[in-house]
């Protein structure tokens, strides 16, 4: 029976290493991100007031947990577009009259493509080492947990919206939508406790500045959140993130159990 | 019996897709679903393979019911669908490994099976190679070899040879009826290649609009006919069928405004009195043909219609000419 989840694993990650293209272009994207973005402000963002901003980190240290965190974010959320490519291209008829639960189906499938977003983030990490010293390697092993967690929960929530559409236009419209002002509120370029009070209201609502924050907090040692929100300690966080991510497979499984051929 | 359908409906919406149809295929048998695009054959065979629910009606499949025990069901068929629905980013020999561990295949009987029908359907040496440099017919190939894998006790085809060329179809076919005889599977195929029909089935069910209009085996059905036709191109609509009364005409039939089929029993001998006949009437004939009756005419004969891109017939060249202006 598990067996047919651990095949829809073995598919999903077949075909990320079978495209290509597809991961030259996150590794640019990633290079380019950091370089110069990263890299720019780094230089921009020195002296002492910088310093009290970041709390004696260089902007760098800063960034690179953010960066590592929405990227699994926006590569996992993005990947539930395959759901549609398959409606399309008519595998997804395959995995629905094989005799095996569509929550396991599904389940392998969140769990491959959550996987490739988090080599993706990694491959962005071990450049960040490259760069700045004041990342911790130990952090290694629990920002993974974390990371992945972090991306089945956003696949999921691909999947689930996926799940009601037919055209790949319609998905990357919604993902276009939510993925910019869920990045830019994470907190993950700029620290939220000194924006307006409304927008750190709007940043909170989002799940993926708990996780910007607790994957900084493990990598750097700082948690930005907790010294303005004294209740949002990295454990409650790390709560949050797991009853979140929990919900978004549930749904996505129900939403995928839905699914019919048109 | 594998499988056993009473007064199957489905709607979608207002639209009546299939209409009541029942009718039962023994094991072992080829059994055919003959009609034109939109008759209903992939919504029945979407039902049959338990990814759509009927609206009402029952439908039994390998002993279990369709909407009760899907799983059941799912175990002992193999599907082919009408679009294709393999992996284009994964090879031939991948698809069949996903498709095995999602049926529970463990792996040296998988690896033993992989190659089996490979090699059954001659893509042994392709098995390597990503799907998306497979040609139309190599794809639809390779999902006849997916479809049975698993050794499934009933296996469905939606339309097996459609868009492919006459020689690939041919070649599909040979392998449809080794898998019966050699394998003796049951198979549920539907078409609108009436020569599909006549070559693979024992038993055609013609269905049009949602409805089954006439079941049998194809030497059945063509002798509710029984005789050959003549098909006479006239010049314009004028009403023909009305004015004709010779000896020996079964019936007349108008079809596509100018062209008339008409039922005798030797058309070589009733050629030369039509068309003395007609230039008596004063009608301009622009073409005579005939043939011996085939699936086709059976469904013209019982809807007046023709069944669509059925191939190479007179009135297909009469189709064309008619498009070419």
């Not at chain 1, 620290?191 to 307006?196: E, T």
């Amino acid at each position: 029976m598990m067996e047919s989840m651990y095949i829809m694993i073995y598919r999903q990650l077949k075909r990320f290493i079978r495209a290509k293209s597809r991961v030259v272009g996150m590794i640019l994207n990633n290079i380019l991100w950091l370089v110069f973005f990263g890299l720019g402000w780094a230089y921009t963002l020195r002296g002492p007031i910088a310093s009290a901003l970041f709390r004696g980190l260089d902007y760098l240290a800063f960034l690179l947990p953010g960066i590592f965190t929405t990227s699994i974010f926006q590569a996992s959320f993005m990947g539930g577009i395959s759901v549609i490519w398959d409606k399309q291209f008519g595998f997804l008829k395959e995995v629905l009259v094989a005799p095996t639960p569509r929550s396991l189906t599904i389940l392998g499938r969140a769990i491959g493509d959550a996987l490739v977003s988090v080599v993706n983030g990694l491959i962005m990490l071990s450049l960040g080492f490259m760069l700045t010293s004041h990342l911790n390697p130990l952090a290694l092993p629990i920002i993974l947990v974390i990371g992945l967690m972090v991306a089945l929960g956003f696949t999921s929530m691909g999947i689930a919206i996926a799940s009601t559409m037919r055209s790949p236009e319609g998905f990357q419209l919604i993902v276009g939508l939510l993925t910019l002002p869920t990045t830019l509120l994470s907190g993950a370029m700029f620290p939220l406790s000194n924006a307006p009070y409304w927008m750190q209201l709007a940043a909170l609502v989002l799940p993926l500045t708990y996780a910007v924050d607790l994957i900084r907090f493990h990598l750097v040692g700082i948690s930005f959140l907790s010294s303005v929100y004294w209740w949002l300690t990295p454990e409650i966080e790390l709560l949050l993130l797991v009853i979140i991510s929990v919900i978004l497979i549930f749904i996505a499984i129900e939403m995928f159990k839905r699914t019919t051929i048109e | 019996m594998d499988i056993v359908v009473e007064n199957l409906v489905k709607r979608y919406g207002n639209v009546e897709a299939v209409k009541g149809i029942s009718f039962s295929v023994k094991h072992g048998e080829t059994f055919g679903f003959l009609g034109p695009n939109g008759a209903g054959k992939t919504t029945t065979i979407y039902i049959l393979t338990t990814i759509l629910k009927p609206t009402s009606g029952r439908a039994i499949v390998a002993g279990y019911d369709v909407v009760r025990e899907p799983h059941n069901v799912r175990r002992h068929i193999g599907v082919v669908f009408q679009d294709p629905s393999l992996d284009d980013n994964l090879t031939g020999y991948e698809n069949l490994y996903i498709h095995g561990k999602l049926y529970g295949l463990n792996n040296t009987l998988l690896k033993e099976r992989i190659a089996e029908v490979l090699k059954f359907v001659e893509l042994y040496e392709f098995k390597d190679k990503c799907v998306k440099s497979y040609s139309g017919g190599m794809r639809r190939r390779l999902e006849i070899a997916r479809a049975m894998l698993h050794v499934p006790r009933i296996l469905f085809l939606d339309e097996p040879t459609l868009g492919l060329d006459p020689q690939t179809r041919i070649h599909i076919w040979d392998y449809i009826k080794r898998l019966k005889d050699e394998h003796g599977v049951t198979i549920f195929l539907t078409t609108h290649y009436m020569e599909e029909a006549e070559i693979l089935c024992n038993r055609v069910a013609i269905i049009d609009r949602g409805k089954i209009i006439a079941l049998g085996s194809p030497d059945e059905l063509k002798s509710i006919i029984g005789n050959d036709i003549i098909y006479v191109r006239v010049d314009n609509n004028i009403d023909v069928c009305s004015k004709l009364s010779i000896d020996g005409i079964q019936s007349c039939k108008t079809i596509d405004g100018e062209t008339i089929a008409i039922q005798v029993r030797k058309a070589s001998e009733a050629i030369p009195e039509i068309l003395r006949y007609l230039e008596k009437a004063e009608i301009k004939v622009k073409e005579v043909s005939y043939r011996r009756p085939s699936l086709n005419d059976v469904f013209i004969h019982l809807t007046g219609r023709e069944i669509r891109d059925s191939g190479g017939g007179f009135i297909d060249i009469v189709r064309m000419r008619h498009r070419v202006r």
